[in-house]
Nanobody
Framework: QVQLVESGGGLAQPGGSLSLSCAAS????????TSWYRQAPGNQRELVAQ???????YYADSVKGRFTISRDDVKNLVYLRMNSLIPEDTAVYYC???????WGQGTQVTVSS
């Protein structure tokens, strides 16, 4: 079974930054489209950013210009760099790969003064 593991979440002040990482325990992320989603309490899970195997990227309007998705195929990791954080970014963040049904436990991001 493929297991996706997210890490890097925590508490940040408005205007601060955090970096999230996504790893696959039993499979490679190399060459695969990988996405970051987030889900806040009472809300549906929403797509935040996506990167293809050829490093084409997509960002939701709400995070465009503030978040950067990237990948390191040597380390087999996908990252999400979050700058200029606002309280509305507070959520559990998940990574996902199309055709892989399993979701990780996510990593909590809290933005608060």
């Amino acid at each position: 079974q493929v297991q996706l593991v997210e890490s890097g979440g925590g508490l940040a002040q408005p205007g601060g930054s955090l970096s999230l990482s996504c790893a696959a325990s039993t499979s490679t992320l190399r060459g695969r489209t990988t996405s970051w989603y987030r889900q806040a309490p009472g809300n549906q899970r929403e797509l935040v950013a996506q990167i293809s195997g050829s490093e084409n990227t997509y960002y939701a309007d709400s995070v465009k210009g503030r978040f950067t998705i990237s990948r390191d195929d040597v380390k087999n990791l996908v990252y999400l760099r979050m700058n200029s954080l606002i309280p509305e970014d507070t959520a559990v963040y998940y990574c996902h790969v199309p055709n892989w049904s399993a979701w990780g436990q996510g990593t909590q991001v809290t933005v608060s003064s």
